[in-house]
């Protein structure tokens, strides 16, 4: 009876020796971490960013699959800005990007997209994490270890910049080298690691950067958490036949660059533009979109201040009032006037023409967009 009592607390010593968890140090962390990184073969993804540019507020919600071996992403996209909305559908494949816009598919490189920033699970990333270790908090809660980095310093660019590009939706090409000169204000990173896998879940974010770039200074907030769940049970991606043969150019759903007299000898309408702009205001850019029969002109001082021309023939009665904003009168027609902070858009329909004029920066008032809209001929 002894020797029974004896295997029994034996045995439960035993258990008790292996149910002790591993008290682990950060870098033991992360060292596993980026190990597990190296066994994720796909997962699901899920973005939410509230993004604020210039003062200029909007929200990035993304979902969708990863896959690796080869390196394949199927992702939605929902881009909601003040006055409008966008939504994109994108396939990302052995280094080919396709991006459903407007109802319309396009191939672009996932590069321009900024696509492959998406992708927050990998060795990489994780490396760049674990360079600030020693700046990193760390605690347990429940099964996940939960590791909190608060600064600020350039140092910690490498954090964010992907992030960044990601949030932007459809990238600038001058992107990288903005990414060079970006001063980090403030940085907040929350992630969540799984204790069993050591593959991290979760992370909250939040981002006070400013990007140079030419000598123009903007600054960028972010705040927003990206999770990664349904790890190692996602079907393989594969880009729908479909999407690729009726895929068009990127010049095809934009438009072509034109002069503004190429474009009036195209069109079958009269093209007007704006007869009075502010000091220092200039064309910069004029495009046709021939898909659309649209014509798109910019005008700008600066980098931070411009302002975009729309004009299409309204085929069909406009429903301007469910647009929203404010009513207001241009060159005698009923017009609307949306405005957020810095950003106005002004929308009317006038000699059968749908015109909208959109933009805004710290030297456009009201008053003055609203003369601008005036001096549309």
């Not at 908090?137 to 660019?157: A, C, Q």
């Not at 958490?225 to 990127?250: F, G, L, R």
Request: charged fraction near 30%; glycine fraction near 6%; proline fraction near 4%.
């Amino acid at each position: 009876m002894k020797k029974l009592w004896m295997f029994i607390i034996i045995a439960l010593t035993l258990t008790a020796c292996g149910a002790t968890e591993e008290n682990l140090s950060k870098e033991d962390v992360f060292n596993r971490a980026i190990e597990a990184s190296e066994t994720v073969k796909s997962y699901t993804l899920e973005m939410d960013m509230d993004i604020d540019m210039m003062d200029m507020k909007s929200n990035l919600k993304a979902t969708g699959d990863v896959t690796h071996n080869p390196d394949s992403m199927m992702i939605k996209m929902s881009m909601g800005m003040p006055g409008m909305s966008m939504d994109f559908d994108a396939y990302v494949r052995d280094g080919e990007a396709y991006v459903s816009m407007f109802g319309e598919w396009m191939k672009m490189s996932p590069e321009e997209m900024g696509l492959e920033d998406f992708d927050q699970l990998n060795k990489e990333e994780l490396e760049k994490m674990k360079q600030f270790k020693d700046q990193f908090e760390m605690k347990e809660e429940g099964n996940v270890y939960i590791l909190t980095l608060s600064g600020e310093g350039d140092e910690f660019g490498i954090l964010v910049e992907d992030l960044l590009e990601s949030s932007m939706g459809p990238a600038d090409p001058e992107m990288e080298e903005s990414v060079e000169s970006m001063k980090v204000n403030k940085l907040d990173i929350e992630m969540q690691i799984n204790k069993e896998s050591f593959i991290p879940t979760t992370q909250n974010i939040k981002a006070d950067v400013e990007i140079v770039e030419q000598g123009t200074t903007t600054p960028v907030k972010l705040n927003g958490t990206i999770s990664m769940t349904n790890i190692n049970n996602v079907d393989p991606i594969e880009i729908p036949d479909e999407v690729k043969e009726n895929a068009i150019s990127e010049e095809d759903l934009f438009g072509t660059g034109m002069s503004l007299e190429e474009i009036r000898e195209t069109v079958a309408y009269e093209v007007p533009e704006v007869t009075q702009l502010p000091e220092g205001f200039s064309l910069v850019d004029s495009m046709y979109d021939d898909m659309m029969n649209m014509v798109m002109l910019s005008y700008e001082k600066d980098m931070d201040n411009g302002f975009m021309s729309t004009v299409y023939p309204a085929e069909e009665e406009m429903a301007l009032d469910e647009m929203g904003g404010e009513p207001i009168t241009i060159q005698g027609k009923e017009a609307y006037l949306f405005e957020e902070e810095e950003f106005f858009s002004i929308s009317w329909e006038n000699n059968g023409l749908y015109i909208e004029l959109a933009g805004g920066g710290p030297d456009i008032k009201r008053e003055q967009m609203i003369q601008i809209a005036e001096s549309v001929q």
